[in-house]
């Protein structure tokens, strides 16, 4: 029994692995995930992400390479206890952009995939806070560059839909302040530190439809 139940693992494995690649042509993508501050100190402490969101078009080429257009949103809110309580503010920063996507994917066989690519866009972002209301100031409005390195493990579900776990790393063109958000001092934070990047970590999971046969 043990050495019929071998065998047919055996060929089982041999039928997988003979199995055809597929090769994807034009596809639909939406990615779902949770961004985590990095970089610049008062941006991680006080900034706490909520979602972000891409959806895109992607077209791959025989030899792997890929070209894809879409548009992003990304939501942080106020993380409260993070200010003195003499201070209080509550607010959103709303990040909506476009980009284009230039990557590497490949099938390893007829279930796995990877994606290696690169997002570089332009945003708008938008900081609502209670304080800066206050002061008259209204909604603070902050236009940047993006860049965001990412990779997708990709699984497929049946020949026109697959799932995948994706992970991004964005880079955005704008420093963060207390100030930003309508604080009137540096919320003892070094001052070196407005001036650094924003920068944080997005995991997710992401749905990939194919419009044409993916099989050769």
Not at 65 to 81: C, D, I, K, Q, S
Not at 87 to 93: A, D, F, K, L, N
């Amino acid at each position: 029994m043990r050495i019929t139940i071998a065998i047919l693992a055996y060929l089982f494995c041999l039928q997988f692995s003979r199995a055809q690649k597929i090769e994807p042509k034009f596809t639909f993508n939406v990615e779902l995930g949770l961004p985590v501050a990095i970089s610049n100190k008062p941006f991680q402490d006080i900034m706490q992400g909520l979602a972000c969101g891409s959806i895109y078009g992607q077209y791959s080429l025989p030899f792997h390479l890929n070209f894809g257009l879409g548009a992003r949103y990304t939501l942080f809110t106020v993380n409260e206890f993070s200010l003195p309580a003499s201070s209080p503010v509550s607010g959103q920063i709303h990040t909506a952009g476009g980009f284009v996507k230039i990557g590497w994917d490949k099938f390893h066989n007829n279930r796995f995939a990877t994606d290696f690519g690169v997002k570089v866009g332009y945003s708008m972002n938008f900081v609502t806070t209670d304080a800066n209301e206050d002061l008259g100031v209204g909604t603070v409005q902050m236009d940047a560059i993006l860049i965001e390195p990412t990779l997708g493990l990709i699984l497929t579900a049946d020949e026109k839909n697959s799932y995948r776990l994706n992970i991004g790393y964005c880079i955005q063109g704008y420093g963060f302040s207390p100030y930003r958000i309508g604080l009137q001092s540096d919320a003892g934070y070094d001052a070196a530190e407005f001036n650094k990047l924003t920068q944080y970590l997005v995991v997710g999971f992401g749905y990939t439809y194919y419009f044409r046969d993916k099989t050769n």
